[in-house]
């Protein structure tokens, strides 16, 4: 068993973590939490001394991986992992949005998503191997942080229950201006040490994310943008090519595309991402911040014009933002974008080519390898399809490349 300092007795444990608690009751913080079964503790420590109900709104235990799956609207690769529990944040951020109604408290970062997700002891009958490691995670208006622990070997089921609701109470605790964090470093052994990571971001892109969800779902409305420009020079604010996409990461196949087009229609590349997704949470600050430094690695090349965030998840709002433009396409999103079968009817479909042709839409059609591209002859004049021979697409996808690169 793992070395480690004199643990506190319990009651100066339990006054230590009432401390922590009455100081985060004693801020107009408002938080939802997201905990996937260890350390749901937290949730009783935040309402055990009174004054719970000034400060959680909502409390979740998504327990199953389909709960956890229908929080985050995917299966992730790793159920404990950074990446997760971000978007358990996130998710519980969003809600939290939904369930606040003061606009001062989302302007003074006050609304907090928080979760945790982790791999605990589960007795003598565990894998030889397996590592204990403990995910915490906080959204707010500006802000992702994510912190991270390995635990050593030798503690009871108990003990790392425990720890993991003292780093969840903690990490709420200095989210709201705490500074006294002792209890932790007496908790925690000799090589065992809170990793933390956190990305934040400016007042425009934080403002776009505290928009109601009825934006990624209503074409009608008007969507924000916030344009950034990677390059060290100016670049024109007369966007005529798009490529819209996650970009998570931006790899070769985005790269090949991108010079196609420029070499093809002779303008330069704009890319878009849309922070904001129909089926599942918005992406986070660290995410995000990944997502622009893979794109910033080719600043420096003749065909990146400037990136775009947008609220805008559907071809019907970038339509919107971006008006006598060709956006870049791949063949699977071609077939999904052209296809009745995603759309309530018919009548849909039709209003919505009916508004590409008005706003002078186009879309340049790269194919993919093993898909089935299957462009209508009645939109054949808002489509130019690049074919595979001018096109290698060597198949590889953004989540091997995430794998490969191990990125948390």
Not at 109 to 116: E, N, R, W
Not at 305 to 318: D, E, M, S, W
């Amino acid at each position: 068993m793992e070395e480690r300092e004199e643990h506190f007795s319990v009651n100066e444990n339990e006054q230590h973590l009432y401390e922590m608690v009455m100081h985060i009751h004693e801020q107009p913080c408002r938080i939802v939490l997201a905990i996937t079964g260890g350390g749901a503790g937290a949730i009783e420590k935040l309402l055990r001394y009174g004054g719970g109900s000034a400060t959680v709104l909502e409390a979740t235990v998504p327990y199953s991986p389909k709960a956890l799956d229908d929080l985050i609207g995917r299966k992730p690769e790793k159920y404990a992992s950074p990446i997760t529990v971000r978007a358990m944040a996130m998710a519980a951020y969003r809600r939290a949005l939904s369930l606040t109604e003061d606009d001062d408290l989302i302007k003074n970062k006050d609304v907090m998503g928080v979760a945790a997700s982790c791999k605990l002891s589960t007795g003598s009958d565990e894998r030889e191997g397996r590592e204990h490691e403990i995910y915490v995670g906080v959204q707010s208006f500006d802000r992702t942080v994510v912190r991270s622990l390995k635990l050593g070997k030798g503690r009871s089921r108990e003990e790392e229950e425990h720890i993991v609701t003292c780093m969840i109470i903690d990490s709420i605790a200095k989210e709201c201006g705490w500074e006294g964090g002792i209890l932790l470093d007496r908790l925690l052994g000799k090589n065992e040490r809170i990793e933390e990571r956190e990305a934040t971001a400016s007042k425009e892109i934080a403002q776009m994310l505290a928009r109601p969800d009825s934006i990624m779902k209503r074409p009608d409305l008007e969507p924000d943008v916030v344009r950034l420009n990677l390059k060290d020079e100016g670049v024109d604010n007369k966007p005529e090519i798009i490529f819209s996409g996650s970009f998570d990461p931006c790899h070769r196949n985005h790269i090949v595309m991108a010079e196609q087009a420029f070499q093809k229609l002779g303008k330069k590349v704009h890319f878009e991402i849309s922070i904001t997704n129909v089926d599942k949470p918005p992406i986070d600050f660290i995410s995000l911040q990944e997502r622009l430094d893979s794109l910033k690695t080719y600043k420096d090349r003749d065909f990146l014009g400037n990136t775009y965030l947008t609220v805008a998840p559907l071809f019907i709002q970038k339509a919107k933002i971006f008006e006598n433009a060709t956006f870049i396409i791949g063949a699977d999103t071609a077939n999904r974008l052209f296809k009745t079968r995603y759309y309530r009817n018919e009548d849909d479909m039709k209003n919505m080519l009916a508004e590409f042709r008005e706003k002078n839409i186009h879309f340049l059609v790269f194919r993919r390898r093993d898909v089935e591209l299957r462009i209508e002859t009645e939109i054949s004049d808002l489509c130019e399809i690049v074919p595979l021979e001018d096109y290698e697409d060597n198949g590889i996808s953004s989540s091997a490349i995430r794998k490969e690169m191990s990125i948390e």
